[in-house]
């Protein structure tokens, strides 16, 4: 079993910033990607950043410029910094992350349980 664990939510005005954290760990073989989506209220839940095990990155255009994601050496451990940060990204941000598992061996395809990311005056 893989477990995703979040951090790094909460209240922030326009323009400031948030740094999201995502901790993988259990039986985990290998990671092949690990991603950020994020769900307002009403809408389908969006990718919007992801990284790769050799570290290619790709982004949703709303978020191009002011979202940088990136991981640790170990490749366990994933962040999202946000930057200038608007009302229209506010939602719940959650950690995914796909790869191999061991212990059985099998494909996962993991959720966290979701950090809230408020962007209000």
């Known amino acids: 079993q893989v477990q995703l664990v979040e951090s790094g939510g909460g209240l922030v005005q326009p323009g400031g910033s948030l740094r999201l954290s995502c901790a993988a760990s259990?039986?985990?073989?290998?990671?092949?990607?690990m991603g950020w989506y994020r769900q307002a209220p009403g809408k389908e839940r969006e990718l919007v950043a992801s990284?790769?095990?050799?570290?290619?990155?790709n982004y949703v255009s709303s978020v191009k410029g002011r979202f940088t994601i990136s991981k640790d050496n170990a490749g366990n451990t994933i962040y999202l910094q946000m930057n200038s940060l608007k009302p229209e990204d506010t939602a719940v941000y959650y950690c995914?992350?796909?790869?191999?598992?061991?212990?059985?061996?099998?494909?996962?395809?993991?959720w966290g349980q979701g950090t809230q990311v408020t962007v209000s005056s």
């Open positions: 995914n992350a796909r790869g191999l598992a061991e212990t059985p061996w099998r494909r996962y395809d993991s």
């Open positions: 259990g039986s985990i073989f290998s990671i092949d990607d």
């Open positions: 990284i790769t095990r050799g570290g290619s990155t």
